[in-house]
């Protein structure tokens, strides 16, 4: 096995990890919000929640919902053997709704006036992937 001598290894969640089965969810049609309350760790369905919010105008409900995304990421992550740096690539599926909740927290906290809350969101989500910026 070749090691990356430039930074730590990739992290990838697991495939069975609850944004997978909140996808699922989604797709055969149950409503966000049973899905987040069905799927509370998936990362995914709270981004979504975030984003939804933000669309309405609703930045503190979207803070919040963000929030909880972005932590109940955090969480699998470190699981995952993530330690606070490193890249979590966007086009792996199961790492797409940490990223997702990171956006919308970035955007939510520059709403609410968290300035440094939201750069740092965006540093982080770039040194993750770049790529998370598109999702």
Known sequence: MQHNLL??????????????AARAALDEGAALREVAGRY???SYAWGLLARESLAAGDPVAAYAFARTGYHR???ALRRAGWRGAGPVPAGHVPNQGFLIALMALGDAAEAIGEVDEAQRCRTLADDSDPAARSL
Do not use: F
């Open 40 to 42: 509370p760790a998936a």
């Open 7 to 20: 930074g730590p290894e990739p992290t990838y969640l697991p495939e069975d990890h609850p944004d997978m």
């Open 73 to 75: 990421g955090l969480d």
